[in-house]
């Protein structure tokens, strides 16, 4: 199974608004230019996210895209489902709406396998946070941006 790349670029930029910028306004050029993410991703990823509650924007050449809850509040799970706006199924075995939904749905073996899969994945989605990858990502010694910009006199 290959998650979207919507998935996993939006995964990606929200984890740098959390990490980095501690959730304060980042522009997506930012976001795309040091996470390597194609710029015309950014705006329809962003959309998304806005939709879903779980950035605010502000215009402006001082605005940009905020997180509206703390890392936290904001799982995997929640960003997958603001990109597909659904729960992510592995196999498109008719619980959803699909045009790839199998004909077979109603006598197959396989399909409580699949359906129980995709469960499982979406739960563990759901327990993971932007919080738990910004101490993951600290326990790796990955430098924060936040951290280098605040200068303090005495």
């Not at 399909?111 to 326990?139: P, Q």
Request: glycine share 8%; charged share 30%; net charge positive.
């Amino acid at each position: 199974m290959k998650l979207p790349t919507q998935i996993r670029y939006g995964t990606r930029a929200l984890f740098y608004m959390a990490f980095q910028k501690g959730g304060a306004y980042t522009q997506t050029k930012e976001i795309a230019e040091k996470e390597e993410i194609p710029p015309r991703y950014m705006e329809q990823i962003f959309q998304r996210f806005k939709k879903a509650g779980l950035v605010g924007s502000m215009r402006g050449p001082t605005g940009g895209y905020y997180l509206l809850k703390r890392p936290e509040e904001i799982t995997v799970g929640d960003i997958v489902r603001a990109i597909i706006g659904s729960d992510l199924e592995l196999v498109p075995c008719g619980e959803r709406k699909s045009k790839r939904a199998c004909n077979r749905k109603d006598n197959c073996v396989a399909r409580g396998i699949w359906n129980k899969a995709s469960r499982l994945v979406m739960d563990y989605f759901d327990s993971v946070t932007l919080h738990d990858m910004c101490e993951k990502a600290k326990s790796m010694g990955l430098e924060r941006e936040i951290e280098r910009k605040l200068i303090y006199h005495i």
